[in-house]
């Protein structure tokens, strides 16, 4: 039995990476296709259904960008979340600093998501809590672009995984795979899935029900 004084352990922590939904500034690509209005539509869908979809009493942090806006993401997703600034630098430095973090907070698994993948539910999440439960110790989510839509690890030290790595091209995961292999990590892979940043991955998650139709 604990202490009273004590701090109870937090098993498995989710961290979702989002931007601020200020028209312009989200989907980008996609906007080129649809217009900046309905990229901002789709990515609140995106980002609220990702929050619906998430395993129920799982911790969950909101890390945001730009650095100021918390007001904004308060306002979008109200004031229940646990909300924290993403640090200057590349993707890397932003998440392994918020990983870091999240292991002194007493984590024990930590996994890093965002809001690009309409498929990703509370039994991905599940799957990969497993992996690391029977000894991996990172697990990734494959998208079919090339990078991933999920990354966990149970401990603090494999965040040096996010060093060094090109990201947003179609080698991310890949040498996301060679790091690890190099860092001597055991690794398990989901089952991959679509992120949506084209018009034709928006149209097909909108005729798999994933998405409503934009306007």
């Known amino acids: ?20 939904p200020q028209l312009g500034r989200v989907k980008t690509r996609l906007a080129e296709s649809i217009g900046p209005q309905a990229a901002l539509d789709t990515y609140r869908s995106l980002a609220e259904g990702q929050i619906d979809r998430l395993p129920q009493n799982w911790p969950l942090e909101i890390h945001f960008t730009p650095g100021d806006a918390l007001a904004e993401m308060q306002q979008w997703l109200g004031d229940v979340h646990h909300y924290h600034p993403q640090v200057t630098g590349d993707l890397g430095a932003r998440l392994e600093t918020a990983v870091t973090r999240a292991f002194a907070s007493g984590a024990q698994n930590v996994f890093c998501i965002g809001a690009d993948c309409p498929a990703l539910g509370a039994i991905h999440l599940q799957s990969a809590e497993q992996a690391l439960q029977g000894g991996a110790d990172l697990v990734f989510g494959p998208a079919n672009d090339g990078g991933y839509y999920l990354v966990g690890m149970r401990k603090a030290e494999t965040a040096a995984i996010f060093r060094d790595i090109p990201w947003s091209t179609s080698d991310t995961l890949q040498t996301s795979l060679e790091t690890a292999k190099r860092l001597d990590l055991q690794v ?5 899935l679509n992120d949506i940043d084209t018009v034709e991955e928006l149209q097909h998650a909108v ?8 306007r």
């Open 188 to 192: 398990q892979l989901l089952e991959p």
């Open 1 to 20: 039995m604990k202490a009273a004084n004590e701090t109870p352990e937090i098993a498995s922590t989710i961290l979702l990476f989002l931007r601020a």
């Open 207 to 214: 005729a798999q029900g994933l998405l409503p139709e934009w």
